[in-house]
């Protein structure tokens, strides 16, 4: 403990009474005050005083502390938002890029339709124009079959024609030959004159038959052809 | 009360509470304090080897004390077994994890305090258990 002397105690006393300056800190309560019954009053006050004022500072202390302790938190909070918010940054970055990404892929793929469709469009009017020629062909082949039966036709009525004929005009002069024959040697020529007369009649009558036919066909023929 | 206490804490604003708490609770007169590991170590250090009268009779330390080479614990276990057992040594944390205070344990804390805003009544039951933790008598305790 320290001791002050009597005349030092007094000027404590006297100090505090005349500008309120006392002591604090711990050293207060380190200080023997068992012989002077006012200085020990003088020292319980500093003590309290001191008490007060570090009650308060220890309030105070404690007050910067806990505002401290919730900025610190904000503090980590908004470090932790703002991760959120780069991870979140991140994502949309690794979506854009997927999405350039499939962009790309799409705009490959359009003009490779694209490709393909003017491929498949060419490859559609070759197509075309293979049927037309087909149908061309296979028209140039009718009308060819056409003209080759309706010639096989006409070479065979042709021949008919000419057959028919043949038998009529060789019926017609053997039957005038023996009509004349009758006539030069004065046999009877009623029945034979009458039999050339009918033939005559009908062979005549075949013959404009005949031609009629050969003209209707003929007609026909053009018909078709235009 | 406890002759002289050394509080190592990387906080300043908490080494006023603790200079303040400790006054107004009558716990000790003679308080030092300091930011950082290192610093203690070497100044137990000196007292191991130089003169050893300035050396505290109570340690309490940070269990993370930023900007030091070590933490607490390992500043406790240096205390304990490299620069001799000769005070009263423990952790004042706000952290209350298991874990840490067997390591604690394990180092040779002999408390673990709590830190909050209202430290007093802790360092209060702390000052009723001290000479039992003086004379190494007393469990490890962790005060809530």
Same mark, same amino acid.
């Given at each position: 403990?320290?001791?002050?002397?009597?005349?030092?105690?007094?000027?404590?006393?006297?100090?505090?009474?005349?500008?309120?300056?006392?002591?604090?800190?711990?050293?207060?309560?380190?200080?023997?005050?068992?012989?002077?019954?006012?200085?020990?009053?003088?020292?319980?006050?500093?003590?309290?005083?001191?008490?007060?004022?570090?009650?308060?500072?220890?309030?105070?202390?404690?007050?910067?502390?806990?505002?401290?302790?919730?900025?610190? @938190? $904000?503090? &980590?909070?908004?470090?932790?938002?703002?991760? %959120? #918010?780069?991870? *979140?940054?991140?994502? !949309?970055?690794?979506?854009?890029?997927?999405?350039?990404?499939?962009?790309?892929?799409?705009?490959?793929?359009?003009?490779?339709?694209?490709?393909?469709?003017?491929?498949?469009?060419?490859?559609?009017?070759?197509?075309?124009?293979?049927?037309?020629?087909?149908?061309?062909?296979?028209?140039?082949?009718?009308? @060819? $079959?056409? &003209?080759?039966?309706?010639?096989?036709?006409? %070479? #065979?009525?042709? *021949?008919?024609?000419? !057959?028919?004929?043949?038998?009529?005009?060789?019926?017609?002069?053997?039957?005038?030959?023996?009509?004349?024959?009758?006539?030069?040697?004065?046999?009877?020529?009623?029945?034979?004159?009458?039999?050339?007369?009918?033939?005559?009649?009908?062979?005549?009558?075949?013959?404009?038959?005949?031609?009629?036919?050969?003209?209707?066909?003929?007609?026909?023929?053009?018909?078709?052809?235009? | 009360?406890?002759?002289?206490?050394?509080?190592?804490?990387?906080?300043?604003?908490?080494?006023?509470?603790?200079?303040?708490?400790?006054?107004?609770?009558?716990?000790?007169?003679?308080?030092?304090?300091?930011?950082?590991?290192?610093?203690?170590?070497?100044?137990?250090?000196?007292?191991?080897?130089?003169?050893?009268?300035?050396?505290?009779?109570?340690?309490?330390?940070?269990?993370?004390?930023?900007?030091?080479?070590?933490?607490?614990?390992?500043?406790?276990?240096?205390?304990?077994?490299?620069?001799?057992?000769?005070?009263?040594?423990?952790?004042?944390?706000?952290?209350?994890?298991?874990?840490?205070?067997?390591?604690?344990?394990?180092?040779?804390?002999q408390?673990?305090?709590?830190?909050?805003?209202?430290?007093?009544?802790?360092?209060?039951?702390?000052?009723?258990d001290?000479e039992s933790y003086k004379n190494r008598t007393a469990p490890?305790?962790?005060?809530?």
């Amino acid at each position: 403990m320290i001791v002050f002397d009597k005349n030092s105690q007094q000027q404590l006393i006297d100090l505090n009474k005349s500008k309120n300056i006392a002591l604090e800190g711990n050293i207060a309560k380190v200080i023997n005050t068992s012989d002077n019954g006012e200085f020990k009053e003088y020292i319980d006050y500093c003590i309290t005083k001191d008490r007060d004022v570090r009650r308060r500072r220890l309030d105070m202390t404690k007050q910067v502390q806990s505002q401290n302790k919730e900025l610190s @938190d $904000l503090n &980590l909070e908004n470090q932790r938002i703002m991760i %959120e #918010l780069q991870h *979140t940054l991140d994502s !949309v970055e690794e979506s854009k890029t997927q999405i350039e990404m499939q962009n790309k892929e799409l705009i490959a793929w359009k003009e490779d339709n694209q490709r393909i469709s003017e491929e498949l469009h060419v490859a559609m009017s070759k197509s075309e124009s293979a049927r037309l020629e087909a149908e061309n062909a296979k028209q140039a082949a009718m009308n @060819d $079959l056409d &003209l080759l039966q309706k010639k096989s036709q006409t %070479e #065979l009525i042709g *021949t008919i024609v000419k !057959v028919a004929l043949g038998v009529i005009i060789t019926v017609g002069i053997i039957t005038t030959i023996m009509y004349m024959i009758s006539l030069f040697m004065n046999k009877d020529t009623q029945i034979i004159g009458s039999t050339w007369s009918n033939m005559f009649g009908i062979l005549l009558t075949n013959a404009f038959s005949i031609i009629g036919t050969i003209m209707g066909v003929k007609y026909a023929s053009k018909e078709n052809n235009s | 009360m406890i002759d002289s206490i050394l509080l190592v804490d990387d906080e300043d604003l908490f080494h006023l509470v603790f200079e303040d708490a400790c006054s107004l609770l009558d716990i000790s007169l003679s308080l030092k304090s300091l930011n950082s590991s290192d610093e203690a170590a070497k100044l137990f250090k000196k007292w191991l080897t130089e003169d050893s009268s300035e050396r505290p009779e109570c340690v309490f330390v940070d269990l993370n004390i930023i900007g030091s080479s070590f933490d607490g614990i390992e500043l406790i276990r240096k205390i304990n077994f490299e620069y001799g057992n000769h005070v009263v040594i423990g952790i004042i944390s706000s952290s209350n994890e298991p874990e840490e205070q067997a390591k604690a344990i394990q180092a040779g804390a002999q408390f673990w305090i709590i830190k909050s805003d209202d430290i007093e009544p802790r360092l209060e039951e702390f000052r009723n258990d001290y000479e039992s933790y003086k004379n190494r008598t007393a469990p490890f305790k962790v005060y809530k």
